[in-house]
């Protein structure tokens, strides 16, 4: 993924409704946690980048995770989520943050 991809999808709004950009989103990130878990995968299938939105509380904790488009498989689309249950913002900054994720094959 691009950098240009990554600015492009990486986004958020604050609670007034303000857009924020990615430069903007990314220092009001506190604590962010990637899935770390190796997805086996079998058949012949492309892995594509998810969109996830990420529902932000007054507090910073993370509230829920939409998924808006999933990693191409159920398993890494499922870990990504339980991982961005645990991203922490700047207390009152953040309404909800659009995070792209994906894997890549070793």
Known sequence: MSNEQWDALFVGNTPAGKRLSSNELAPLV???EWPGAYISSRGDWHWKIGVFLLNVRK???????EVLQGIGHPTATSHCVRAFLRWRFRPGSVKEARVPAYYTRV
């Open 59 to 65: 507090d910073g904790t993370v509230s829920s995770v």
């Open 30 to 32: 506190l604590h962010a």
